[in-house]
């Protein structure tokens, strides 16, 4: 069984804009901290969003402004609206759910990861 299946990515233009969608299974929908991480090329994996079962959100610097992230609870999908995408944010995508920090909450640097997708590539070009 597929618990969380990420979708929208694709080849876009500098400037342009892209919408990731990830379904998941309702066991894990309920997770109560749900996040989007990437990893570029030759880079390692970082958090870019996370958001928790409130709709409180986190950001880091890198993207804020330009991306967000959303949650619908009826469909048990998880978003990531991306605008003015720029060569840097190429990279493959993934959405995970999990536990948030107990000291920190549920945050793109403290996420303590349960699920993950298979991934999305995002290919920007300059």
Known sequence: QVQL???GGGSV???????????????VYTM????????G???E??????IDSAGSTTYPISVKGRFTISRDNDKHTLYLQMNE???EDTGMYYCAAGLPSPLYGCTYRYFSSRYWGQGTQVTVSS
């Open 5 to 7: 299946q990420e979708s």
């Open 13 to 27: 233009q500098s400037g342009g804009s892209l919408r990731l969608s990830c379904a998941a299974s309702e066991n």
């Open 32 to 39: 109560p901290c749900m996040g989007w991480f990437r990893q």
């Open 41 to 43: 090329p030759g880079k």
């Open 45 to 50: 994996r970082e958090g870019i969003a996370t």
């Open 85 to 87: 995408l720029k060569y």
